[in-house]
T-cell receptor, first 115, second 109 residues
Framework: DTAVSQTPKYLVTQMGNDKSIKCEQN?????MYWYKQDSKKFLKIMFS???????INETVPNRFSPKSPDKAHLNLHINSLELGDSAVYFC??????????????FGPGTRLTVL | SQQGEEDPQALSIQEGENATMNCSYK?????LQWYRQNSGRGLVHLIL?????REKHSGRLRVTLDTSKKSSSLLITASRAADTASYFC?????????FGKGTRLSVIA
């Protein structure tokens, strides 16, 4: 069984559109994250949720809005997509309530291409 | 926030050889982790070493940590073609994990 899953795996869309990426973990973890990996392979945290509550919100445009319906799911909604949003987005989860020193388990990633 | 920096950026070796990758960071840390990313796939956790540890082993992996030099190394012994991947170190200092750009390892059969 997949521990952390994301859908879709690939997403190609036009500038200005609104899209969502879904993430689910079946590990019973309390904390979930969204990361963005750019073309230079640099991985940067975007958001972190603990038990459905936002605990980290790095400098991310407010066009990005995470939604956590329950602690097993953390979806990422992006409004008015821009070319610079093209990247691979990774979802991750960890056991602890802070998550900072816990091992994080990553999903397979969603490759977003904005045309 | 600090950033782990891996070195070298790319490494190509023959199967059976050992591969060593290094990571440097800037401030004090609670722990340091190494991850592997196969092409087109998500990150897989390899090993975590705490700031009070100096060396840790897991199978063919050996990680060292030198907090005085703010550096860590990942050694993969007897490499295999399946070890071909990007390797990232991640550090934390009471802030979220911060990843470097990774070392791209190619193991040639």
């Amino acid at each position: 069984d997949t521990a952390v899953s994301q859908t879709p795996k690939y997403l190609v869309t036009q500038m200005g559109n609104d899209k969502s990426i879904k993430c689910e973990q079946n590990l019973g973890h309390d904390t979930m994250y969204w990361y963005k990996q750019d073309s230079k392979k640099f991985l940067k945290i975007m958001f972190s949720y603990n038990n459905k509550e936002l605990i980290i919100n790095e400098t991310v445009p407010n066009r990005f809005s995470p939604k956590s319906p329950d602690k097993a799911h953390l979806n990422l909604h992006i409004n008015s997509l821009e070319l610079g949003d093209s990247a691979v987005y990774f979802c991750a989860s960890s056991q602890g309530d802070s998550g900072y020193t816990d091992t994080q388990y990553f999903g397979p990633g969603t490759r977003l291409t904005v045309l | 926030s600090q950033q782990g920096e891996e070195d070298p950026q790319a490494l190509s070796i023959q199967e059976g050889e050992n591969a060593t990758m290094n990571c440097s960071y800037k401030t004090s840390i609670n722990n340091l982790q190494w991850y592997r990313q196969n092409s087109g796939r998500g990150l897989v956790h390899l090993i975590l070493i705490r700031s009070n540890e100096r060396e840790k082993h897991s199978g063919r992996l050996r990680v060292t940590l030198d907090t005085s030099k703010k550096s860590s190394s990942l050694l993969i012994t007897a490499s295999r073609a399946a070890d071909t991947a990007s390797y990232f170190c991640a550090t934390d200092d009471d802030t979220p994990l911060v990843f470097g750009k990774g070392t791209r390892l190619s193991v040639i059969a």
